[in-house]
């Protein structure tokens, strides 16, 4: 199964890195860093799937609970406890994310009823004695749409000289027409280099705020006769996402 370009933000949040954990008082409550549960879909791919993400100092284990409908109690959904030494040393993060919904075997409508929307609470345990973790999040499914007027379009041909700017138009709507609050584009360029004949990656951030949503390919990142791919996530102030991708190459 294909799976979508990452920022280099988000290739970091898929490792589980440990680290000695902070000197915190016995009995402590302490906020995670980040608490999330969102939903991705790759418009390219026709892709859905759900991610649990936390960050966090060193935890020895972290329970996720979620809603089971719109009146009924919570439920637990992730239960995560490392063992060994690994619980000794405690995790600093946790990254989960389902396997992608198969159309040809399951509806969206059940994929998502798998996953009400509602509160998601976060309860962990630190290695440090008596120090807890807890957070919470809203998990909604409304997803942005993918952008229009993408620019280049899949299969462009450029010359490197000439520079490529990237552009599209804002988005202002969820897939279902509503309107939705984009927090962030992502602009992903992936290569193989000509020279080092290494994956290479430029990314960049644009305010979801952003009128004329645009980046230019600085000239270090273009070469003649090169293959590049173009993914651009859609970020919601909810932390759904939208991806969308395609290819361009310069002569």
């Not at 980040?34 to 759900?50: Q, S």
């Not at 649990?52 to 109690?73: E, N, Y």
Request: charged share 25%.
């Amino acid at each position: 199964m294909s799976r979508p370009l990452r920022t280099l933000a988000a290739l970091m949040m898929l490792l589980l890195v440990t680290r000695s954990a902070a000197a915190l008082p016995a009995g402590e409550v302490v906020e995670l860093d980040e608490a999330e549960v969102y939903l991705e879909y790759n418009a390219t791919d026709d892709e859905y799937i759900v991610v649990i993400f936390w960050d966090a100092d060193a935890w020895k284990s972290m329970l996720v609970r979620g809603p089971t409908g719109p009146k009924a109690k919570s439920k637990p959904v992730l239960n995560v406890s490392p063992k060994a030494h690994v619980r000794k040393q405690g995790l600093t993060e946790g990254y989960f994310e389902t396997e992608a919904l198969d159309l040809e075997e399951s509806t969206l409508e059940e994929f998502l009823a798998r996953f009400p929307e509602g509160e998601y609470t976060f309860k962990g345990k630190g290695v440090e004695k008596g120090v807890s973790y807890v957070g919470d999040t809203e998990f909604t499914h409304a997803l942005p749409d993918d952008p229009a007027n993408v620019s280049p379009d899949d299969g462009d041909m450029f010359d490197a000289g000439s520079g490529v700017t990237i552009s599209f138009d804002p988005v202002t709507e969820d897939l279902d027409g509503n309107p939705i609050t984009i927090a962030s584009y992502t602009v992903v360029v992936e290569y193989e280099s000509p020279i080092s004949g290494d994956d290479l990656v430029f990314s960049m951030m644009i305010e979801g705020t952003e009128a004329n949503p645009q980046v230019s390919i600085p000239d270090e990142f273009l070469f003649d006769e090169t293959e590049y791919t173009l993914e651009i996530i859609v970020q919601a102030e909810t932390g759904n996402r939208t991806i969308c991708e395609l290819d361009f190459e310069t002569n």
